[in-house]
């Protein structure tokens, strides 16, 4: 637990409180200086040092990497470095970390070595009711690296010793967030302003849907600000969550940094949990030691050897495609009372063929979970009332705020100024989202903002109205899409996690059910640097929303959501579609800006019903060790319980 200092605000120490009045803290850092890079051989001193300051890689806590932190100084440069602890023994250290889950080898691929704070914009202190204080760094690139905990405290000695090395403004709307290397307005910039464009294919002479954006979909076009404290040389509204409201170019780019964007060999299971997958396990950490070597080399080297064939003769094609769920079908699942029959038999039918369009606004409350499978046409016709009054009874919340209130309630004002820069520029392409003044558009903006106080911890994060969109679209109730959307987010909702947990656990299954499908493939994306998997971010975050037209987006989505032959069939979809490619990826020698304009370019060229055979068929061939390749927990998972579908006792009507 954090000690009664840690929660101290840093305005506590005279020395700070001095500076802050000077506008600088300690030493002032040249300009001259912030070109300077690490030198080995140069004398340095070691300003603050921390240990047992930890990241976590996994969902899991006792898989934390706890480490060492310091500072150096080298002459007018400042720089941070955070080495995890090796030679760790096998057992339970006096932390309760379980310290071998992680390998010692595979550690390694997190450190931070030597961080200069003329790269970093920010650093974010955040203090938990309950645990321990940590720390997120945020880069001026608009990267973030991983949560610091410090399970031994000292992240106000931590803060006091940067400031007297380098500049450091408190920032004027929030205490917590500290920047780095301002010498401008002090003003909140956030990662969460940074425009979507609504289309992500963009090249280079085609700019992003708001021209003054300085990312587009091609990994190499970021244009450095010649200020720390500028994101693409603009500046940005007042400040949200650094972490959690982080735009997908930014996340698309994180392989950027050092070594926090590697991809992980570490072992998911330990030998005692799962010992019928020993032999597997092994042939994990047979290989990880030259995956180490290949991560941790400064040079780009692809084989010249031609790419070796990937055997299909072991795989059988996925059965064929079928029409959609029509109306003379659906009835046939019904009984009297409208319970279905066989809710697996239902999915069975959706996964081959999907539901035809006139059917989705009943059928899509089922896969959801806002309808159960075995009520009845009374019970549904209750719940919609129900729902529909606990509805407006949240969005009364916000809607009952005035502006005396809206002044004083920070949070509610930047949630509702990010829904609506957001809204106005969903899938207006579409003719139901299109025109001036759409109602349809007003809909997504109060369902969301709703959303935003039924759920507010999580709150708002942008990628949001893209998974609402086509839920509005289909269902056309403002309350039954609500809570659609909020059965959705129950599975989807660890995507927008603060700490990327969510992503990072999915991104980790991917490189697995890869390195088990496609052993050369996989190969190649080390050698060139692309094992961390970030071009298929967006494909996970949103659901494959920018790769296929409106009416075969809603398809594949309802194919997902019957969870038919496995819950992460999205991560299979990833792989049929990176092997369908892949002579073209080798053959191309694709280092990451590279394979991430690829990628993104391929956004309308996917033959779906191609993809989903090619998917069903590798996850039938991968079958136990394909699971055995995703942690638990990993999302999409299912809901744990039918709260969102409250039916009455018998009786109560």
Same mark, same amino acid.
């Not at 917590?176 to 302003?193: A, E, G, K, T």
């Not at 941790?296 to 064929?320: H, I, R, T, Y």
């Given at each position: ?6 929660? #101290? ?67 007018? =440069? ?14 339970? %250290? ?23 704070? =003329? ?20 880069? *001026? ?22 400031? $007297? ?24 910039? =956030? ?28 990994? =190499? ?61 092994? $042939?994990?950490?047979?290989?990880? *030691? ?31 495609? $079928? ?47 806002? #309808? ?96 609402? *969109? ?80 409106? $009416? ?56 779906? %019903? ?6 069903? *068929? ?36």
């Amino acid at each position: 637990m954090p000690e009664s200092d840690e929660q #101290h605000d840093l305005s506590d120490d005279s020395d700070y409180a001095s500076s802050q009045q000077q506008g600088f803290g300690g030493s002032v850092y040249s300009k001259s200086a912030e070109a300077r890079e690490f030198d080995e051989n140069d004398a340095c001193e070691t300003v603050y040092s921390r240990e047992n300051v930890a990241i976590h890689p996994t969902q899991n806590p006792a898989e934390r990497i706890s480490g060492q932190l310091r500072l150096i100084k080298q002459q007018s =440069s400042l720089f941070l470095r955070w080495v995890p602890y090796i030679d760790i023994p096998y057992n339970e %250290d006096s932390t309760g970390e379980l310290s071998n889950s992680i390998l010692t080898k595979d550690r390694q691929l997190y450190a931070i070595k030597y961080l200069p704070f =003329s790269d970093v914009h920010s650093v974010h202190r955040y203090t938990p009711p309950l645990g321990w204080q940590y720390l997120i760094i945020v880069l *001026s690139s608009g990267l973030a690296y991983p949560p610091l905990y410090f399970y031994s405290g000292g992240v106000r000695e931590f803060l006091v010793n940067l400031k $007297q090395h380098v500049v450091i403004v408190r920032s004027a709307d929030n205490a917590n967030i500290f920047l780095v290397n301002d010498f401008r307005d002090p003003l909140q910039r =956030s990662l969460s302003s940074l425009e979507l464009p609504r289309a992500i294919a963009v090249s280079k002479a085609s700019p992003a849907h708001n021209a003054t954006a300085r990312y587009s979909a091609e990994g =190499s076009s970021y244009v450095e600000s010649s200020s720390a404290s500028e994101y693409g040389g603009r500046h940005m509204p007042k400040h949200h969550d650094p972490a959690r409201d982080i735009s997908l170019q930014v996340l698309e780019k994180f392989s950027l940094i050092t070594k926090f964007a590697r991809e992980t060999t570490s072992q998911i299971f330990q030998e005692s949990q799962n010992k019928g997958s020993v032999t597997y396990e092994k $042939q994990h950490e047979n290989n990880s *030691s030259a995956l180490s070597e290949t991560m941790n080399s400064d040079k780009l080297f692809v084989s010249s050897e031609p790419l070796e064939e990937f055997d299909n003769s072991q795989l059988a094609m996925g059965e064929p495609r $079928q029409d959609p769920l029509d109306a003379e079908e659906w009835a046939a699942f019904l009984d009297s009372e409208g319970r279905i029959n066989d809710s697996n038999a239902l999915k069975k039918r959706i996964f081959y063929g999907g539901i035809n369009s006139n059917l989705r606004k009943e059928v899509w409350k089922f896969l959801l979970g806002y #309808h159960l499978y075995d009520s009845t046409y009374a019970e549904r016709e209750y719940l919609t009332s129900a729902k529909k009054s606990e509805y407006e009874c949240l969005k009364s919340q916000w809607q009952s705020i005035s502006t005396t209130q809206a002044k004083r309630f920070s949070k509610f004002r930047e949630r509702r100024g990010l829904i609506e820069k957001d809204v106005v520029r969903t899938d207006r392409s579409v003719a139901y989202y299109d025109g001036d003044d759409n109602p349809h558009v007003k809909l997504l903006h109060d369902i969301l903002l709703t959303y935003s106080f039924y759920n507010f911890d999580l709150g708002y994060c942008q990628g949001m109205s893209d998974l609402l *969109s086509p839920i509005l679209f289909v269902i056309e109730n403002e309350s039954e899409s609500f809570w659609c959307f909020v059965a959705l987010m129950e599975r989807l909702g660890p995507n927008f996690n603060r700490d990327q947990s969510g992503m990072h656990s999915q991104l980790f299954a991917l490189s697995k059910l890869v390195e088990l499908l496609d052993r050369p493939l996989h190969d190649y994306f080390v050698q060139a640097d692309c094992s961390n998997y970030y071009y298929c971010f967006r494909w996970i975050l949103i659901q494959f929303k920018r790769e296929f037209e409106y $009416q075969k987006l809603l398809c594949l989505w309802e194919v997902l959501w019957t969870h038919y032959i496995s819950e992460h069939f999205h991560l299979y979809i990833c792989v049929a579609i990176l092997k369908k490619y892949r002579r073209q990826i080798y053959t191309e020698r694709m280092d990451f800006d590279t394979l991430l304009k690829f990628v993104n370019e391929l956004s309308g060229k996917i033959d779906l %019903d191609d993809i989903l055979m090619e998917a069903e *068929s590798l996850c039938r061939y991968a079958g136990e060790k394909g699971a055995a390749c995703i942690p638990p927990g990993t999302p999409p998972s299912l809901p744990t319980g039918p709260d969102q579908a409250s039916y009455p006792e018998n009786g109560d009507f």
